[in-house]
């Protein structure tokens, strides 16, 4: 955890003192409906005040442990201490130049580590935009640009973002295109391979990989593949549910796409950065993509961004073609680059795979116990315990699922959705081993909690 200027309150657990929401809360929850965007999916009526590490104070003084960290943004805390004076000092000297058009330094130093740490020992390209659905638009654009070639593959349950190019390459939830066609032509669906609900009935191992063999029935019957311009795809679905491919998946996946020199583009926008316990998710395969694509925990939660980091030889598009006026901002490459020396120092993607094994190990003990969670997965801090209604039929448990989520919250412990009936346990890879081992206590009371009303 960082070392300096940690708030009392942040340091003794969770702590509810009043309603959630208190007064302030109700008010500013109140003006918001007036205001604001009817779009956002807001779920629990927290009104956040200060944070710091993995805590968080509502403007009525209760205090929460998020083992989300921010929707899976903030891997290095709230506030850390480092990340904060970085940005305080670059603010000093400079909060904005135009690095689509000019230079400055943080730029392409950040460009450069990007470049080291992705997978691949080949001359690589940066391109730099303000958010994922921004980094995951560039990827696709690059691919259609080199290939010249109209169609895209990606994949059941994806989800990439909400811009147009991005949306139209994601099926998490129809309510994400609902009214908003024509989208993006070109795209088809392939099935992930989410092995507890397998689409064509099998068991793994021993499912002959019917959903590698889909794609090749559909390259024979409905697409050529001479215009397939690439495959997007997440090495571990993130608002699916954390679903997990078997270690054959992406080698098999590879392997297609070099067969008809398809570029692979991978999304880690969720995964990436260390959280699984490795730098990316895909290196948990071995696999090397073309294209990855990362945002959300690449600045510390402190500045947007979102950077596409691609082969060279595939991101070769001409001057013009792509750009985005504050993408690459020189306070959020700071950010940036500070978060990614605090990684390495800190040697926090070892820790979160020790850490991670800690918590499966807890999870995995429920789940023997509790007939309504169906399963437990995870890799790092990026865990997900599946709820259903019994754990033969797997009837997807949503009723449960959410129950256990407003028990936790009641105790202070912010977790977040996924999928239909999925939590996602994705703490800050900074948290003490204490934190995480008094979160997973709050959440097994609010397990057995709904366990007795279920
Ligand atoms: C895997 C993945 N890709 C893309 C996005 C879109 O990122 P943003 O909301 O920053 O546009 C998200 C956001 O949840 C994501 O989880």
Redesign the pocket.
């Known amino acids: 955890m960082p070392t300096t200027s940690r708030p009392r309150w942040a340091t003794r657990g969770p702590k509810i003192v009043r309603p959630i929401p208190g007064p302030k809360a109700r008010s500013i929850i109140k003006r918001d409906e007036r205001v604001m965007s009817p779009s956002y999916t807001r779920s629990e009526p927290l009104v956040a005040g200060e944070g710091w590490g993995c805590y968080v104070k509502d403007v009525d003084g209760n205090i929460f442990l998020d083992l989300s960290s921010g ?2 943004v903030l891997n290095y805390g709230y506030s850390h201490p480092r990340i904060v004076s970085a940005v305080e000092q670059q603010l000093k000297k400079l909060t904005h130049f135009a690095g689509t058009d000019f230079y400055y330094e943080a730029q392409v130093e950040l460009a450069e580590c990007l470049t080291k740490i992705t997978p691949g020992n080949f001359s690589k390209r940066v391109y730099f935009g303000n ?6 638009e560039a990827a696709f654009k690059c691919v259609r640009w080199h290939k010249r070639r109209p169609r895209v593959i990606s994949f059941t349950g994806a ?5 147009f190019g ?1 949306m139209s390459l994601s099926s998490s939830n129809v309510v994400h295109h609902r009214y908003f066609s024509p989208l993006v032509p070109g795209i088809s669906f392939m099935p992930y391979p989410y092995c507890y609900r397998c689409l064509f009935r099998q068991s793994y191992p021993g499912c002959d990989f019917l959903c590698i063999e889909f794609i090749r029935e559909y390259l024979r019957k409905v697409i050529p593949p001479e215009e397939v311009a690439g495959v997007i795809i ?1 090495p571990i ?3 699916a549910g954390y679903i997990i491919p078997p270690p054959e998946y992406f080698p098999m996946l590879r392997e297609l796409c070099d067969e008809h020199g398809w570029p692979l583009i991978v ?5 990436g950065l260390g959280r699984t316990g490795k730098m990316f998710a895909i290196d948990h395969w071995k696999v090397i993509p073309d294209i990855v ?1 990362v ?2 925990a690449l600045s510390g939660g402190i500045a ?1 961004i ?1 950077a596409t980091i691609a082969n060279a030889r595939v991101m070769n598009w001409e001057p013009g073609a792509h750009a985005s006026t504050f993408g690459g901002n020189v306070v959020a490459c700071v950010a940036a680059i500070e978060g990614l020396k605090l990684l390495k120092e800190q040697k926090l993607v070892k820790r979160a795979a020790e850490l991670g094994r800690l918590a499966l190990k807890h999870l995995k003990e429920l789940e023997e116990k509790f007939k309504f969670i169906g399963e437990v997965r995870g890799k790092g801090l990026m865990i997900a315990v599946e709820f259903v209604k019994n754990d033969k039929t797997k009837r997807v448990g949503t009723r449960e699922r959410d129950l256990v989520l407003q028990a936790a919250l009641k105790r202070g412990l912010i977790l977040f959705r996924g999928g239909k009936s999925v939590i996602r346990i994705a703490p800050p890879l900074v948290i003490s081993r204490e934190d995480l081992e008094l979160g997973l206590d709050i959440f097994t009371e609010a397990v057995r909690e709904v366990g007795r009303k279920c």
């Open positions: 929707m899976f958010s994922g659905a921004e980094a995951v989800f990439h973002g909400r811009t991005a997440e679905q993130g608002n999304d880690e926008i969720q995964s694509c945002a959300k947007p979102g």
